[in-house]
């Protein structure tokens, strides 16, 4: 038996819900507004859920709706325990949480632990208490450099452009200490070698969980922990961010980049591991951005995080033999160490799938970018006939798809957006020059026609505005209509829980495949992928799902285009 016709997997019809799982994910912002102030909220969400559930996914996970003076989109939080008023009450959730729990609804909340905001009580407390007080151990408080301490204490820059570091001016008027920030100079990095901070995070954690959540996705989960003494980065790119690592060994890549990957953070997810097992059925998905693929499986063994994104899939070159590695790489590996995979095209730091794959290899920005209305113009026919190929290539896949909202209806990116709308930090810190990540945040189309925005809400106010292109995308123009975007997910995510197929019996189908497509069996159902450029004929046995809405018995599968053929 060739190796690539080997079962990479085996059926586990007891698999824990997590392992199997379609999440959606909720950007409270832009979901639905039902005050009609422009900005989505919780009431709007759950008069939207009725939705999800005819969707067929399986949970939610929201980006952060905590208390927050949004200066990064809600992940800069002054308060873990509230919910922002600008997205409703503690009890607003409640009903939905009720409302979710009722159709069946998992709910995954998010939790920032790496930063928090410069407006939270603790960093107010910090900047208001003296130099090595036990209020300024919660974060990184140094000296700065130089005569007069007037530089950085080390080399490092922040994600979102220009220093990591910021200078306060202490009580008595004087330049003060620096803190550091890895992130906007309003999202200070927490000190998580201060056992006080960890308690504070147990507390936090099991608040939402005795409110009846079933999990979290955690923030930058890979940088919680600093290498001791804040050694200046090695590694220097521009930005210092984290995709060159992955090809220094583990040792190399610690010290090269002193804030991503330190040994230390994992007591800190054990730790919180130690709390969520406190519960039942309980789970929690890192955000780790680590490469490679056995350095990002250390975050989920049996005591750390349940699953963790995987982000070289959802980077991935968009081609037959760099999926296969992909994929084969990510079941080899994430099984080595007991947990399942997870696939994700889109999400709210990225640009939208469907604008993406129609952008050249040479000419797509690098994570978090974004499109620049001056660049070169997507091919959004191809962009969304690629999208719907793709997805429908890693929803047969086993293991647990995120979706992120908006890509149920092939939404493309509002890459036109115009510099005045623009409020993601990256934006301004680096004045323009990386535009940012507001192109996958616009609020999304409901009703054609109905308001300015569509249908999210009537009064047509919108906290950034849709492009004119986003009226045909519009869920009321998709809802039962053969071949739309919306009604191929309802199909795939159908077709999938019939078949079982996120904890499926998966193994690649060389009889199937050549250099142009890919194919693989996951308990009896065949997905087969062209990527072109010749159209191929139909494998024998019942159709289940295309994404070629006219593919007939006598038709080939064309360029870009997907099966599920029964067999
Ligand atoms: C994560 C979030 C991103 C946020 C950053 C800082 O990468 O996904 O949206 O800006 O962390 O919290």
């Known amino acids: 038996m060739s190796e690539s016709s ?7 019809p007891a698999a824990e819900w997590w392992r199997t799982s379609v999440i959606y994910q909720i950007y409270p912002r832009s979901f639905a507004d ?3 102030d422009g900005l989505g909220d919780l009431k709007g969400i759950t008069s939207r859920l009725d939705s999800l559930a005819s969707l067929g996914i399986d949970a939610i996970w929201f980006s952060p709706f905590f208390k927050s003076p949004q200066k990064d989109a809600g992940y800069d939080i002054s308060d873990y325990r509230l919910i922002d008023p600008i997205f409703g009450t503690n009890e607003d959730f409640e009903i939905l949480l009720e409302k979710a729990k009722s159709l069946g609804i998992r709910i995954i909340v998010d939790i920032v632990p790496n930063h928090t905001s410069d407006q939270h009580a603790w960093f107010q407390a910090a900047i208001n208490s003296a130099p090595g007080s036990s209020e300024r151990a919660y974060y990184h408080f140094k000296d700065g450099k130089g005569v007069n301490g007037e530089l950085p204490p080390n080399n490092w820059q922040s994600i979102f452009g220009g220093p990591a570091w910021s200078r306060i001016t202490e009580a008595d008027g004087s330049p003060g200490q620096w803190y550091l920030h890895l992130f906007d100079s309003s999202q200070p990095d927490l000190n998580w070698e201060n056992p006080a901070v960890a308690d504070e995070f147990d507390e936090i954690l099991r608040f939402w969980l005795r409110k009846g959540v079933d999990g979290f996705r955690v923030d930058v989960a890979h940088g919680m922990v600093k290498r001791a003494g804040l050694p200046d980065a090695t590694i220097y790119d521009e930005n210092l961010r984290e995709r060159p690592i992955s090809n220094l060994t583990m040792q190399e890549a610690e010290e090269a980049v002193p804030y ?11 730790r919180f591991r130690r709390v969520i097992d406190e519960f039942e059925d309980r789970a929690m998905c890192a955000e780790a951005s680590m490469s490679p693929l056995p350095r990002l499986a250390m975050w989920v063994r049996p005591d750390e995080y349940h699953q963790s994104f995987n982000f070289d899939y959802m980077h991935g070159e968009y081609d037959p033999a760099a999926i296969k590695k992909i994929v084969t790489d990510s079941i080899v590996e994430y ?5 399942s995979s997870t696939w994700v095209m889109s999400n709210h730091d990225g640009i939208r799938h469907a604008t993406r794959l129609g952008i050249a290899p040479e000419n797509t920005p690098r994570p978090g970018d974004g499109i620049h ?8 026919a191809l962009g969304l006939r690629r999208a719907r190929a793709a997805t429908s290539f890693m929803l047969g896949l086993p293991g647990s798809s995120y979706l992120y909202q908006g890509e149920e209806l092939g939404l493309p990116e509002a890459w036109q957006l115009e510099g005045k709308y ?3 930090p990256t934006y301004a810190r680096t004045k323009g020059e990386r535009i940012g990540r507001d192109g996958c945040r616009v609020p999304l189309p409901w009703e054609a026609g109905v308001g300015a925005a569509n249908g999210f809400n009537t009064t047509g106010e919108s906290w950034l505005p849709q492009p004119a292109n986003y009226r045909v995308f519009s869920r009321n123009l998709q809802e039962g209509v053969a071949g739309s975007t919306l009604e191929l997910y309802k199909r795939l995510l159908k077709e999938r829980k019939l078949f079982g197929l996120g904890a499926g019996a998966f193994r690649w189908a060389d009889e199937y495949q050549d250099k142009n497509t890919l194919a693989y069996i996951n308990n009896g159902v065949l997905v087969l992928m062209n990527f072109g450029p010749d159209a191929i004929a139909l494998p024998a046995g019942e159709v289940l799902v295309t994404t070629q809405h006219d593919l007939t018995a006598e038709r080939e599968l064309e360029h870009d285009q997907v099966v599920w053929i029964k067999l």
């Open 6 to 12: 080997q079962f990479l997997t085996t059926n586990n």
């Open 373 to 380: 209305p001056t660049d070169p113009a997507p091919d959004e």
């Open 422 to 424: 623009r409020q993601d």
């Open 335 to 339: 099984t080595k160490v007991g947990a």
């Open 260 to 270: 991503w990957g330190q040994p230390g953070v994992h007591e800190a997810i054990r």
């Open 34 to 36: 039902a005050d009609g």
